[in-house]
């Protein structure tokens, strides 16, 4: 009987991937733990969001892709009203309007598109895989750029560069030719100075502070600065769990959420961050081979996107926390605190589980 139940519950779970993924979890709560000043309370509320994450994984894991590509065009279309909904009656909290209010509840939609750009491109792209014309790209990006520029309205640049990291793999790996890349980054490069003029101020005062931190030490670039000097005090083998003095002295803002890889190195050191690397490798390489793998163009496209979208987080976080990216906002997945991007990336683990273990079925079918 409890063989039965533990099948039922594990048959639709890659054991590698989840293996890799709990064991990344598990390294978070230890640093968090450091990072919160030893709060139980902090350690308690994200054991309940890791708890709510993995469900979500579970229940998305046993749903067939073939489910998950006709929901596509409807999730996209849903999610393109609730970003319409917070332009128009959002509610505004530090500057920003990214909530929705449903009364009983208040939503993020932003987070809905991570998923739901690079669901509609692969479901977008399946359809034309037999005659792909430059126009079907054009319209892809089409696609892509319109929660985008919602979302960038709000202002979210972290957010907005992930959605567009997402829908872009999809499209590469649709087939774009390399032609239209090399175009595209031109006219991209022609366009800064006009992408400049639409940044917000303190947008453009973080891409300054990139490039020299020092000119505001006690403002703007003393999150850098801090962050800096936390990594490169953990030397080699790191200072010991608990033991980092610029977090434990309370020198390290954001530390548990968006800076918690400077705790981490720290602690660690050089020693502790190639490991946390070459876990969160081993990460994306199965779920590149998932990828791989993948029976129909749909699945193959939608799990490209995700894996290389993890990618993201991951270059985006370290190298904001390093000073060799602007801070955005960008947390590093399963470590930092909080729920709603743990959930974000575990709900899509959970549709690369479904893909992989649903693909005899998406074969024969």
């Not at 749903?63 to 065009?73: S, Y």
């Not at 829908?167 to 595209?184: E, N």
């Not at 973080?206 to 490169?232: C, N």
């Not at 705790?263 to 050089?270: C, N, Q």
């Amino acid at each position: 009987m409890i063989n039965q139940i533990v099948h039922i519950i594990s048959k639709h779970i890659d054991s590698i991937l989840m293996s890799c993924i709990l064991f990344a979890m598990l390294v978070g709560l230890f640093v968090l733990y450091s990072a919160s000043g030893e709060s139980l309370n902090r350690l308690t509320s994200q054991l309940i969001n890791i708890s709510v994450a993995i469900t979500i994984m579970w229940a998305v894991a046993n749903i067939q892709p073939q489910l998950m590509e006709r929901i596509a065009l409807p999730l996209y279309l849903i999610g393109l009203l609730l970003l319409l909904g917070v332009a128009l009656f959002g509610n505004i909290s530090h500057g920003a309007r990214r909530w929705l209010d449903l009364g009983v509840m208040k939503i993020q939609p932003s987070e809905l598109m991570r998923i739901a750009a690079p669901m509609m491109l692969a479901w977008f792209f399946s359809k034309r895989e037999n005659a792909l014309r430059v126009t079907d790209f054009f319209i892809g990006f089409l696609i892509l750029i319109a929660p985008v520029l919602f979302i960038l309205k709000q202002p979210d640049l972290g957010t907005s560069l992930l959605v567009s990291a997402s829908g872009f793999f999809v499209i590469f790996l649709a087939g774009l030719s390399w032609r239209i890349m090399l175009g595209g980054m031109m006219t991209i490069g022609a366009l800064i100075p006009v992408f400049w003029s639409l940044l917000h101020d303190y947008q453009r005062r973080r891409v300054m502070i990139l490039i020299d931190p020092t000119q505001d030490p006690l403002g703007a670039g003393y999150h850098i600065i801090q962050s800096t000097i936390a990594q490169g005090s953990g030397g080699l083998t790191g200072k010991g769990w608990l033991n980092g003095s610029q977090s434990q002295l309370d020198f390290l803002p954001e530390r548990t959420t968006d800076f918690i890889f400077s705790v981490f190195s720290e602690e660690f050191g050089m020693v502790g961050n190639l490991l946390l690397i070459l876990l969160f490798s081993t990460i994306i390489a199965r779920g590149l081979y998932i990828t791989s793998q993948a029976k129909s163009t749909f699945s193959r496209l939608l799990a490209g996107s995700i894996t290389l979208t993890f990618f993201i987080y991951i270059f985006v976080n370290i190298g904001m926390v390093s000073g060799l990216l602007p801070v955005v906002g960008v947390p590093l997945p399963l470590i930092s605190y909080g729920g709603t991007s743990m959930v974000t990336i575990l709900l899509g683990f959970g549709i690369l589980m479904s893909i992989h273990t649903h693909k005899n079925l998406v074969a024969s079918g």
